[in-house]
């Protein structure tokens, strides 16, 4: 007789840019979620309900006042994101915690998922 899966605590949300990323680590953990997923039935005897962000297509704005009230962590390559009155203001006002994976070592799923794994 199986156990019932209990819920997951998700604790890291990758954004849009990210989604091969994000895909990769979602179907490896039960801790991240990504705009569009459709969660999880059973991951370690996990489960995850479906990101609260159905879309890839949210604007930045929106989804990051969201995810912070979660309080996720929030995996970005957005590097354009800093010079962007809307994001910045979003990211201060929802006091959002970001990190932005940038420059020639983030390029391709793979090279992402070797630093978040690094780091």
Not at 8 to 34: I, K, M, P, W
Not at 36 to 50: E, F, K, Q, S, V
Not at 63 to 91: F, K, M, N, P, Y
Not at 100 to 119: D, F, P, R, S, Y
């Given at each position: 007789?199986?156990?019932?899966?209990?819920?997951?605590?998700?604790?890291?949300?990758?954004?849009?840019?990210?989604?091969?990323?994000?895909?990769?680590?979602?179907?490896?953990?039960n801790d991240v979620t990504?705009?569009?997923?459709?969660?999880?039935?059973?991951?370690?005897?996990?489960?995850?309900?479906?990101?609260?962000?159905?879309?890839?297509?949210?604007?930045?704005?929106d989804w990051i006042t969201?995810?912070?009230?979660?309080?996720?962590?929030?995996?970005?390559?957005?590097?354009?994101?800093?010079?962007?009155?809307?994001?910045?203001?979003?990211?201060?006002?929802?006091?959002?915690?970001?990190?932005?994976?940038?420059?020639?070592?983030?390029?391709?799923?793979?090279?992402?998922?070797?630093?978040?794994?690094?780091?």
């Amino acid at each position: 007789m199986t156990q019932p899966a209990k819920p997951a605590t998700v604790r890291f949300y990758l954004d849009a840019d990210v989604l091969g990323l994000a895909r990769v680590l979602g179907g490896l953990r039960n801790d991240v979620t990504y705009p569009g997923d459709p969660g999880i039935d059973r991951l370690h005897g996990r489960t995850r309900p479906a990101c609260p962000i159905a879309s890839p297509a949210v604007k930045d704005p929106d989804w990051i006042t969201q995810v912070a009230g979660h309080g996720w962590l929030i995996i970005t390559r957005d590097s354009r994101i800093q010079h962007r009155r809307a994001e910045i203001a979003a990211v201060r006002d929802s006091r959002a915690r970001m990190v932005a994976l940038t420059g020639k070592e983030a390029i391709g799923t793979w090279a992402q998922l070797e630093v978040v794994m690094c780091q």
